[in-house]
């Protein structure tokens, strides 16, 4: 082997990793959300035990509930617990990077009809996956995959590729048809995250957030600013909480960090109809006649 296959190779194992390490954090995270249980308590759970398996957090924990889609997590001191919700679980680890991302909606809400919609989608695009086959051709999939069963797919928000430190990047993956698309091939890791909704399918940004992340670096002059900023560098381009930060003047030097656009912040997204939104989520790697699940 050459030092570049070797590399490449080196590189698919931190992806399987991190695949793995995800996957026993989420198996056991399931078996916590349950009604009456906190949330805070949940997120700290995944983020700590992802550490001591070895890996890191590929941004903060994401329970997204009813008819929040995505960038949910709980604030500082949260003091939420779960009703009867559908509840999402989105999970990232990364290791030297090299991210792993899935998602599972645990039903508290006795609706499992979109849940089991979300999930028979995320299998159609994944059994469908392989060299020469387009984006559009997944998003397709995902679309009739979800409409057959009499619900719409959220259509505003897509799968994505992955890379190193990058836990959003080309090539988008639709969930809709779309004309074209990018060409997988060998060798691309992509997250393929199909959502389910009993609404109209689409989300729009909700009015707060406790997600952010890393633009741009510039210098910055107070003292508490400063040391905020030292903070969040440590997570690069990778997305972090507001919880995970010290500062006590925390709200002010997000503010200023967000305005001088050192930060851009994440809202939580919402079902544009108040519907009830389900997510299944996996990370694959293209292999040469199909792929390769890395969180399953």
């Given amino acids: 082997m050459t030092d570049n296959v070797h590399n490449k190779q080196d590189i698919l194992e931190k992806y399987r990793e991190a695949g793995k390490i995800l996957k026993t954090v989420r198996t056991e995270a399931v078996e916590m959300v349950k009604v009456g249980n906190s949330l805070l308590q949940v997120a700290d759970f995944i983020e700590n035990r992802t550490i001591e398996l070895g890996g890191r957090p590929a941004f903060p924990c994401n329970i997204s509930r009813n008819q929040e889609a995505a960038h949910a997590t709980p604030k500082i001191g949260d003091t939420d617990v779960f009703g009867k919700d559908m509840v999402k679980l989105d999970l990232g680890v990364h290791v030297d990077g090299y991210v792993a991302d899935s998602a599972v909606t645990v039903d508290l809400s006795g609706n499992s009809d979109i849940k089991k919609a979300a999930e028979e989608a995320l299998a159609a695009a ?38 190193q430190y990058e836990a959003h990047d080309d090539p988008s993956v639709p969930n809709r048809h779309v004309e074209g698309g990018a060409i997988l091939k060998e060798g691309d890791v992509l997250a393929i995250e199909p959502f389910a909704t009993d609404g109209v399918g689409t989300v729009h940004d909700g009015n707060w957030a406790e997600i952010y992340s890393l633009i741009r670096k510039k210098p910055v002059r107070l003292p508490a600013v400063r040391n905020v900023l030292k903070q969040v560098e440590e997570y690069r381009e990778l997305p972090f909480a507001k919880r995970w930060l010290k500062s006590d003047k925390l709200d002010f030097v997000l503010l200023q960090l967000e305005k001088t656009g050192i930060i851009r912040p994440y809202p939580v997204l919402l079902e544009s109809s108040g519907g009830l939104v389900a997510q299944a989520e996996h990370t694959i790697i293209v292999t040469q006649d199909g792929c390769e699940i890395t969180t399953k």
Avoid: C, Y
């Fill in 126 to 163: 994944i059994e469908l996956a392989k060299p020469g086959v387009s984006t559009g051709e997944l998003g397709a999939s995902i679309e009739d995959s979800i409409r057959s069963n009499g619900l719409n797919p959220i259509i505003n928000l897509t799968g994505h590729g992955l890379s």
